[in-house]
Nanobody, 128 residues
Framework: QLQLVESGGVSVRAGGSLRLSCKAYGYTYSSYCMGWLRQAPGKEREGVAA???????TYADSVKDRFTIPLDNAKNTLYLQMNSLKPEDTAMYYC??????????????????????WGKGTLVTISS
């Protein structure tokens, strides 16, 4: 059984930094394209950042130059490093894995995306 477990979501003040983790159990990240999506209350899920199996990354315009998506293959862990946080970054953050690229998810509109695997999410709250 493949499993993704997120952690690191907390409440922080605007301007602060946070690092989310997504630990994979049952497979190696090199086999899947990975990404982070988020869903704010009352809104659809949107792609935040993604990394392909060849290391290509992409970021939503709203987080570009603030977020990065480092991957530690040795630890089978994907991270989302978030800097200069804003109240509008408040959301449940989900880790996702798919055989196909997630780059199109990040570049596309918010919606109900179907991924091979999802984590259960970790809540990030940014106060002003």
């Amino acid at each position: 059984q493949l499993q993704l477990v997120e952690s690191g979501g907390v409440s922080v003040r605007a301007g602060g930094s946070l690092r989310l983790s997504c630990k994979a159990y049952g497979y190696t990240y090199s086999s899947y394209c990975m990404g982070w999506l988020r869903q704010a209350p009352g809104k659809e899920r949107e792609g935040v950042a993604a990394i392909d199996t060849d290391g290509t990354t992409t970021y939503a315009d709203s987080v570009k130059d603030r977020f990065t998506i480092p991957l530690d293959n040795a630890k089978n862990t994907l991270y989302l490093q978030m800097n200069s946080l804003k109240p509008e970054d408040t959301a449940m953050y989900y880790c996702a894995a798919d055989r196909a690229s997630l780059l199109w998810v990040v570049r596309g509109p918010p919606g109900d995306y179907d991924m091979d695997y999802w984590g259960k999410g970790t809540l990030v709250t940014i106060s002003s």
